[in-house]
Nanobody, 123 residues
Framework: QVYLVESGGGLVQAGGSLRLSCAAS????????MDWYRQIPGEQRELVAA???????KYADSVKGRFTISRENARNTIYLQMNSLKPEDTAVYYC?????????????????WGQGTQVTVSS
């Protein structure tokens, strides 16, 4: 089993900063891509930022220049530094990871999600 645990959400004023963390634990061989998604009630979950095991990153246009994703492979942890926050960044933020695990049919990749952490930006 693989577990992803997010932390760091909260309430902040517009223009402020927050840092989210996501730590993976459990029994697995390695982790490939790790991502941050966010979801507003009634809307689809959207990709915010992604990082490969080699450290390559990509961002949604709406957060470029304000958010930074980083990764500590030794700790199986990713971070999302969010600066210059706007009210429209308010959402539940989810961590996602592609994990290489040994299952009933042998080694394979599985996708796992964290439970989410609420980020609220007040105007």
């Amino acid at each position: 089993q693989v577990y992803l645990v997010e932390s760091g959400g909260g309430l902040v004023q517009a223009g402020g900063s927050l840092r989210l963390s996501c730590a993976a634990s459990g029994t697995f061989d390695r982790i490939n891509d790790m991502d941050w998604y966010r979801q507003i009630p009634g809307e689809q979950r959207e990709l915010v930022a992604a990082i490969t095991s080699a450290g390559s990153t990509k961002y949604a246009d709406s957060v470029k220049g304000r958010f930074t994703i980083s990764r500590e492979n030794a700790r199986n942890t990713i971070y999302l530094q969010m600066n210059s926050l706007k009210p429209e960044d308010t959402a539940v933020y989810y961590c996602n990871a592609e994990v290489h695990i040994f299952g009933t049919t042998g080694w394979d990749y599985g996708t796992y999600w964290g439970q989410g952490t609420q980020v609220t930006v007040s105007s």
